[in-house]
Each structure stands twice: as structure tokens, then as C-alpha cells.
């Protein structure tokens, strides 16, 4: 069963970056997209993109453009999602979350979650 | 984009009741709608896939339907376990969310 194990919290400055980092283990890599969803606190579930490991495609959510970059490392099995010049409306728990096969689909695996605040 | 509403937005109920959750989405996504349960804390957990389909290990309590743009989900007969917020999707084109529907003890 395939699990999906995040990096830890983190706490960023206004203006800064944030890299966060999501391991699946217990299935291959090759065959899934993942997708990256924030959830600002007290609110809904908000799509950012994916990433398409095996053909390092990645799709992003129009308000995301420009500021997030999606990565991942095939020989550790590990997607990362980078979001740059944040903001304190940046503040959400950020999770990655499995698609089977490359166009859209259920996300059947999630992340634990990472929670990042944006605080000067 | 495919905009998603869903309501109620907050619903009380006891166990034992049987409980409707509606969602609509703003153009028709024939049945490529799934519904997330989601406890404090926690990351969502998928129930049903594509509008009726319950994901492996999900107790048959839990129920979809609809196609086109109108969805139910229904939990019929609530288990104290069972309050939550519960989100729909849909994945007919880049994924959008509901804005969730608060499952309360009354």
C-alpha cells in the first residue's frame, strides 16, 4: 500500500521561498501523477497542479503561475513543491496527493500534510 | 474553470439519521466527481469515486449518485465517527473543490 510521507513544518518570511518535499514508498513511482492542494487555515481545498513524475510534466493552477515549481527525484521516489515570494496569505497546511495514471483523476493517497506560516 | 457549490454548507443531525449532501457543478462533468471526508487535522480521505463508486475499505453507509451537473452524497445511518466536513470534486477537466459541507452533532 503506498504511502505518501511529508517534510515537517515550516515558518518563512515574507519574500522568501518554501520547498516541501513528499515521498511515496510502498509502490512505484512511474505509473502516478501527483497533485499539490493547500488549505488555508479554516478554509476549503484549494488545487495548485501536478506533476507527472516519469515525464516530468507539470500542469499549474492559474493564480499559482509563476511564483510555484513543481520537481521530483525518480531514484528517491520524492516530489517536491516549491512556492517562492510568499506572502501571509501563503499560510496553509500544503498537501500532496496521488493521481493513478496522468490525466485527472481521484486522489486516492494524501500526504500527512505540511504546515507552512508566513510571519515576519 | 468548473466552479463547484455544494449545500448545506453546515448540517446538524444525530446518529443514527440519514444524511443528503448535494453538489452541483457549474458545467456538465458527466460522472467524474469524487466525495472527501475530511476529521481535524487531518488530510481528506476519498469516499466515492467517479459519483458512485466506494473506494476499497469504505463502509457501504456511504453512497453517491448523479451525472451531468447535479450530485448526492448520502451516509445513511450516521456513526459517531462520520462527523466531519465533507468536500466533492470534480475531475473532468483540472481538479476544482466544493467549498465543503460541516457535519455536525446535534
Known amino acids: 500500500q503506498v504511502q505518501l510521507v511529508q517534510s515537517g513544518a515550516e515558518v518563512k518570511k515574507p519574500g522568501s521561498s518554501v520547498k516541501v518535499s513528499c515521498k511515496a514508498s510502498?509502490?512505484?513511482?512511474?505509473?502516478?501523477?501527483f497533485s499539490w492542494v493547500r488549505q488555508a487555515p479554516g478554509q476549503g481545498l484549494d488545487w495548485m497542479g501536478r506533476?507527472?513524475?516519469?515525464?516530468?510534466?507539470?500542469n499549474y493552477a492559474q493564480k499559482f503561475q509563476g511564483r510555484l515549481t513543481f520537481s521530483a527525484d525518480k531514484s528517491t521516489n520524492t516530489a517536491f513543491m516549491e512556492l517562492s515570494s510568499l506572502r501571509s496569505e501563503d499560510t496553509a497546511v500544503y498537501y500532496c496527493a496521488r493521481w493513478v495514471g496522468y490525466s485527472s483523476a481521484p486522489m486516492d493517497v494524501w500526504g500527512q500534510g505540511t504546515t507552512v506560516t508566513v510571519s515576519s | 474553470d468548473i466552479q463547484m457549490t455544494q449545500s448545506p454548507s453546515s448540517l446538524s443531525a444525530s446518529v443514527g439519521d440519514r444524511v443528503t449532501i448535494t453538489c452541483q457543478a457549474s458545467q456538465d462533468i458527466s460522472n467524474y466527481l469524487n466525495w472527501y471526508q475530511q476529521k481535524p487535522g487531518k488530510a481528506p480521505k476519498l469516499l466515492i469515486y467517479d459519483a458512485s463508486n466506494l473506494e476499497t475499505g469504505v463502509p457501504s453507509r456511504f453512497s453517491g449518485s448523479g451525472s451531468g451537473t447535479d450530485f448526492t452524497f448520502t451516509i445513511s445511518s450516521l456513526q459517531s465517527e462520520d462527523f466531519a466536513v465533507y468536500y466533492c470534486q470534480q475531475h473532468n477537466d483540472w481538479p476544482s473543490f466544493g467549498p465543503g459541507t460541516k457535519l455536525e452533532i446535534k
Open positions: 510502498g509502490d512505484t513511482f512511474s505509473s502516478y501523477s
Open positions: 506533476i507527472i513524475p516519469i515525464l516530468s510534466i507539470t
